[in-house]
């Protein structure tokens, strides 16, 4: 009877460990996705002090650090997560971004290449495999992994279409490009408003082109493209272009 106990109570014990080490991750997670960066670290570290091989820690840590750029510490976990989990497509894909973010695009590109194969129908493993592509300069392999991207819908899938867009216009297909950026514009999807946007700027087409700049500005004031379409338009106006323009008059 006393072995019966001692393995029950064992096994009760076990148990509640790993309920632990699960809520601590989870609230880890939580926090980092709120981006408290050192309340997520701590729970993480709560968890790899309960369970030294936490997979889930070891990943959230990785993340943590990347995010603060301390790079040597988020690749010490982010590998550590991969050797123990080496299809998962979650931890190459941090993994490849780290990389990319210290200029190792050879290897970042390999291991976004396999997270997209092992993960077929996630749009966003396959547009981080064709930014990856274009970083070392595979541009066959950066149009398949984008053209993946693109088929799955979704918000990659635009995003996928602006990069294919710049590789047609590098090829001077600019027909489509313009069909891809087109097809971005009618999505509201800012940066292909923007691109397209300085394309006709470029060609002297300046009032479609202010029209999809203004508009880029509409659907997202701050975003990444923001700053870049505000200088465009400054510099419009400062060539007395918008003076040009005759007002609309109102009924």
């Known amino acids: 009877m006393i072995p019966v106990l001692l393995a029950l109570v064992l096994s009760l014990s076990t148990n509640l460990d790993g309920e632990r080490v699960d809520l601590r991750c989870e609230i880890g997670d939580a926090y980092f996705r709120q981006g408290l960066l050192e309340q997520a670290e701590s729970e993480f570290r709560e968890a790899l002090r309960l369970d030294s091989s936490c997979a889930k820690a070891m990943l959230g840590l990785g993340r943590v650090y990347r995010a ?7 690749e010490i976990f982010l590998r550590r997560y991969t050797d123990s989990y080496p299809s998962d497509p979650a931890g190459l894909l941090e993994l490849s971004g780290l990389l990319m973010e210290t200029c190792r695009v050879g290897e970042a590109s390999e291991l976004a290449l396999r997270a997209a194969e092992n993960s077929d129908a996630d749009g966003a493993a396959w547009l981080m495999a064709g930014r990856a592509g274009l970083a070392c300069d595979d541009t066959t392999s950066a149009v398949r992994s984008l053209g993946r991207a693109l088929a799955l819908g979704g918000r990659p899938s635009l995003e996928a279409s602006v990069l294919l867009a710049e590789i047609s216009l590098r090829s001077g ?35 479609r082109g202010s029209c999809l700049l203004r508009q880029s500005l509409a659907i997202s004031p701050a975003g990444p493209f923001s700053d870049s379409a505000r200088v465009v338009l400054d510099e419009l106006a400062s060539s007395g272009f918008f003076a040009d323009i005759p007002e609309t008059e109102e009924n």
Do not use: I, K
């Not at 603060?68 to 988020?74: F, P, T, Y």
């Not at 891809?180 to 009032?207: I, K, M, N, T």
């Open 68 to 74: 603060r750029e301390a790079w040597e510490q988020a």
């Open 173 to 207: 297909e600019t027909a489509e490009a313009l069909e891809l950026l087109d097809w971005g514009v009618g999505q509201e999807h800012a940066p292909s408003c923007f691109r397209l946007g300085v394309l006709y700027v470029s060609w002297g087409d300046l009032v």
